[in-house]
């Protein structure tokens, strides 16, 4: 990726939102690295937070993976939808723009 096809600054952590199939408790917030850990309707979980960099993405990736939790998907969250959910505490927006592929299972 060309950094200036990013829209974050170069020394501030990637918002990104994991969602997974299958329930997770707040309990694994330490071992997802501080991750805010969401239930979702349908028996999906929503991982989200900021991620320093591709390294810490990969690695969350292999925690998914050890627990044997079907991926649904990766979305890269724009700082200016960061900064409304800052505002918003968090509230999820249909119209948000978002930046990644879903992963299809």
Known sequence: MNKNDT??????PVVYEIRVRGHLGREWTDWFEGLTITPGDGGDTLLSGP???QAALHGLMRKVR???LPLVSVNRI???RTNA???E???ETSHSKRRGDEVDQ
Do not use: F, I, S
Request: proline residues 5%.
């Open 89 to 91: 505490q968090g509230a």
């Open 66 to 68: 050890d627990l044997g």
């Open 78 to 80: 724009e700082a200016a």
């Open 85 to 87: 959910l800052d505002v």
């Open 7 to 12: 829209k974050t600054e170069p020394d501030q």
């Open 51 to 53: 991620v320093v960099d």
